[in-house]
């Protein structure tokens, strides 16, 4: 079974740039779609994006969509979440899942996800 650890997180003001990293270790990564959930204090996990396991097929909320940017490399076992134009609004834990369906990336309920990292903090400040 894949694990999960995340890293990138930290404070940025509004406008800047952010690339969050989700590092896989396990030999079945390849085999998984991942994707990106955010979190703050009293709301439920939210969906931010997903890539399929090839790579080939990206989903985004519409929150995020042409600002947000998802990608994988799997010589290196890490998917990127590349956060463009952040606003306050963007501002929450970041965690990464590996779906309960591995190959499924179109899942955006966080109960379809058993996996996560940690969840580094984001803050954006006007």
């Known amino acids: 079974q894949v694990q999960l650890v995340e890293s990138g997180g930290g404070g940025v003001l509004a406008g800047d740039s952010l690339r969050l990293t989700c590092r896989a270790s396990g030999p079945t990564f390849t085999s998984y779609a991942i994707a990106w959930f955010r979190q703050v204090p009293g709301k439920e996990r939210e969906f931010v994006a997903s890539i399929s396991r090839s790579g080939s097929t990206t989903y985004y909320a519409d929150s995020v969509k042409d600002r947000f940017i998802i990608s994988r490399d799997d010589a290196e076992n890490r998917v990127f979440l590349q956060m463009n134009s952040l606003t306050s609004e963007d501002t929450g834990v970041y965690y990464c899942?590996?779906?309960?369906?591995?190959?499924?990336?179109?899942?955006?309920?966080?109960?379809?996800?058993?996996?996560w990292g940690q969840g580094p903090q984001v803050t954006v400040s006007s």
């Open positions: 899942g590996a779906p309960v369906i591995p190959g499924i990336a179109t899942e955006r309920d966080p109960s379809d996800y058993h996996t």
